[in-house]
T-cell receptor
Framework: NAGVTQTPKFQVLKTGQSMTLQCAQDMNHEYMSWYRQDPGMGLRLIHYSVGAGITDQGEVPNGYNVSRSTTEDFPLRLLSAAPSQTSVYFC??????????????FGPGTRLTVL | KNEVEQSPQNLTAQEGEFITINCSYSVGISALHWLQQHPGGGIVSLFMLSSGKKKHGRLIATINIQEKHSSLHITASHPRDSAVYICAVRRNTGNQFYFGTGTSLTVIP
């Protein structure tokens, strides 16, 4: 199993550009989520999904869109990049036992810089 | 105000020392997780706890639900334990995780 994969590893954008961060998992996990990690702050939840066709907002959703058309893929779209979105982005997945998420598996991260 | 607080923020230890990292939280939870983030950035889940104590090798994690507190202990610390240790909680309402800012551990040979 590849686990959780993320592409790209690094990305530089100009203000106003849009892009999609890709996340895929091959463990048949229902729960997938996107976090951003900024210096001096803990990981913060952007969006999450408990299954195909179901997504919900996390703590910091503004400026980001997600969709979940398959169990495997959970892309994160930046609609119009801003310097405040410069961060390291992590995708994670876990099994979903109805109301309880199990151990989370993290992707390697994407380091995004917005100029 | 952060729902999850960790202490200390930074910790330096000599190889072989016993290490304790603390986590306090202010919300009702269904589970608490301890994560390890290596200098290269990768994040690995160490433990998931909902009560009591778990042990894996030299790592021990405990949780006191009544006091809303968890500790991560490392026995016989080694330089390869140098990493950032992150506490995360899943609230018992909703499906979201909340994270502490992490404890940066350096173990000196």
């Amino acid at each position: 199993n590849a686990g959780v994969t993320q592409t790209p590893k690094f990305q530089v954008l100009k203000t106003g550009q849009s892009m999609t961060l890709q996340c895929a998992q091959d463990m048949n996990h229902e729960y997938m989520s996107w976090y951003r990690q900024d210096p001096g702050m803990g990981l913060r939840l952007i969006h999450y999904s408990v299954g195909a066709g179901i997504t919900d907002q996390g703590e910091v959703p503004n400026g980001y869109n997600v969709s979940r058309s398959t169990t495997e893929d959970f892309p994160l779209r930046l609609l119009s990049a801003a310097p405040s979105q410069t961060s390291v982005y992590f995708c994670a997945s876990s099994p979903w036992q109805g109301t309880t998420a199990d151990t989370q598996y993290f992707g390697p991260g994407t380091r995004l810089t917005v100029l | 105000k952060n729902e999850v607080e960790q202490s200390p923020q930074n910790l330096t230890a000599q190889e072989g020392e016993f290490i304790t990292i603390n986590c306090s939280y202010s919300v009702g939870i269904s589970a608490l997780h301890w994560l390890q983030q290596h200098p290269g950035g990768g994040i690995v889940s160490l433990f998931m706890l909902s009560s009591g104590k778990k042990k894996h090798g030299r790592l021990i994690a405990t949780i006191n639900i009544q006091e809303k507190h968890s500790s991560l202990h490392i026995t016989a610390s080694h330089p390869r334990d140098s990493a950032v240790y992150i506490c995360a909680v899943r609230r018992n309402t909703g499906n979201q995780f909340y994270f502490g800012t992490g404890t940066s551990l350096t173990v000196i040979p």
